[in-house]
């Protein structure tokens, strides 16, 4: 069983368009609406494992009942804790070149006993999971120092696990020891307040966060690929990538890959890396199941090009 939770979820609606013109009228060759949010996405990939899972959310107004029914046409058990705010509704344009430009809004302000009641929410459902997966953005209303609590309280239950957040509430929750987090390479250069311009910087970072408290690092360096740091040692892996689709959603689906295959060493980073390289080739935030999977495209190693510089320094 695999929890996720996500304190701002959200409906993502894309528009697919021959070429985005500004300030013309365009016209969509086709258009979608998914649940969306990082947790969500990471549930929806695991639910397309055939693996069970729970979506610990809050969820507010038509937008979040209609957030609920997709997930349970998904097949996903939702724990709802209601809101008087509204769910968020972000909007993507698709370009058939892969070029993707989002629009995220905001979200609803969590009152104490909403934010407290999604912890509960959180609590009750740890008992029976083998990770908790909180990710993403906290909305307005709670402290940096919420994702710290949620950490306690799951391990408290008897879980692990993943977090993949950023800025503040990745460095406060670091004292609580997470069993993984799960940054890109940005996120893991302003975790360390330094560029990281080589695969060994995003390595020597990994390190970092570890001796802050992380237990692993699963680091995300884009067309690079994916570097994980654990007990196990460092390894460094990669996938080739067809055509790219549309990249909302991928590093989701790449923790999905990571925690379904164990979550630990080599076996989830190739799992981790093949579920992302699937995503982004299909459309929107379509998560990908095991029949879009090519694993043998997969390519993992503990010999560490440490000296490669990154396509897209941090």
Same mark, same amino acid.
């Given at each position: 069983?695999?929890?996720?939770?996500?304190?701002?979820?959200?409906?993502?609606?894309?528009?697919?368009?021959?070429?985005?013109?500004?300030?013309?009228?365009?016209?969509?060759?086709?258009?979608?609406?998914?649940?969306?949010?990082?947790?969500?996405?990471?549930?929806?990939?695991?639910? *397309?494992?055939?693996?069970?899972?729970?979506?610990?959310?809050?969820?507010?107004?038509?937008?979040?009942?209609?957030?609920?029914?997709?997930?349970?046409?998904?097949?996903?058990?939702?724990?709802?804790?209601?809101?008087?705010?509204?769910?968020?509704?972000?909007?993507?344009?698709?370009?058939?070149?892969?070029?993707?430009?989002?629009?995220?809004?905001?979200?609803?302000?969590?009152?104490?006993?909403?934010?407290?009641?999604?912890?509960?929410?959180?609590?009750?459902?740890?008992?029976?999971?083998?990770?908790?997966?909180?990710?993403?953005?906290?909305?307005?209303?709670? =402290?940096?120092?919420?994702?710290?609590?949620?950490?306690?309280?799951?391990?408290?239950?008897?879980?692990?696990?993943?977090?993949?957040?950023?800025?503040?509430?990745?460095?406060?929750?670091?004292?609580?020891?997470?069993?993984?987090?799960?940054?890109?390479?940005?996120?893991?250069?302003?975790?360390?307040?330094?560029?990281? =311009?080589?695969?060994?910087?995003?390595?020597? *970072?990994?390190?970092?966060?570890?001796?802050?408290?992380?237990?692993?690092?699963?680091?995300?360096?884009?067309?690079?690929?994916?570097?994980?740091?654990?007990?196990?040692?460092?390894?460094?892996?990669?996938?080739?990538?067809?055509?790219?689709?549309?990249?909302?959603?991928?590093?989701?689906?790449?923790?999905?890959?990571?925690?379904?295959?164990?979550?630990?060493?080599?076996?989830?980073?190739?799992?981790?890396?093949?579920?992302?390289?699937?995503?982004?080739?299909?459309?929107?935030?379509?998560?990908?199941?095991?029949?879009?999977?090519?694993?043998?495209?997969?390519?993992?190693?503990?010999?560490?090009?440490?000296?490669?510089?990154?396509?897209?320094?941090?």
């Amino acid at each position: 069983m695999i929890v996720t939770v996500t304190p701002n979820p959200s409906l993502d609606r894309t528009f697919e368009v021959p070429r985005l013109e500004r300030g013309a009228v365009l016209r969509a060759g086709a258009d979608r609406v998914d649940p969306g949010g990082k947790g969500v996405n990471v549930s929806r990939a695991v639910a *397309a494992a055939g693996r069970p899972t729970v979506a610990v959310l809050p969820l507010g107004g038509a937008e979040g009942a209609l957030l609920e029914r997709l997930l349970d046409e998904h097949g996903i058990e939702v724990a709802g804790v209601p809101v008087r705010g509204s769910t968020r509704v972000n909007v993507a344009v698709a370009e058939p070149d892969g070029t993707l430009t989002k629009i995220n809004a905001a979200g609803p302000v969590l009152a104490p006993a909403e934010a407290d009641a999604l912890l509960a929410a959180v609590g009750a459902r740890s008992a029976r999971a083998d990770w908790v997966a909180c990710c993403g953005s906290l909305p307005r209303g709670l =402290a940096p120092e919420w994702y710290g609590r949620l950490v306690a309280a799951a391990h408290a239950g008897g879980s692990r696990i993943a977090l993949d957040t950023s800025g503040p509430a990745l460095t406060a929750a670091l004292r609580e020891r997470p069993d993984v987090v799960k940054p890109n390479v940005h996120e893991l250069a302003q975790a360390v307040g330094r560029p990281l =311009a080589t695969i060994g910087d995003v390595a020597d *970072a990994a390190e970092e966060l570890r001796a802050l408290g992380a237990r692993a690092v699963l680091a995300s360096l884009g067309a690079d690929g994916q570097l994980l740091v654990d007990d196990s040692g460092t390894h460094f892996g990669t996938a080739p990538v067809a055509a790219v689709r549309s990249d909302v959603g991928a590093g989701d689906a790449s923790l999905a890959g990571f925690l379904v295959a164990g979550g630990t060493g080599p076996a989830a980073l190739a799992s981790a890396l093949a579920h992302g390289a699937a995503a982004v080739g299909l459309p929107g935030s379509v998560m990908p199941g095991p029949a879009d999977l090519v694993p043998e495209a997969v390519t993992v190693t503990a010999t560490v090009p440490y000296d490669r510089a990154l396509a897209e320094p941090a």
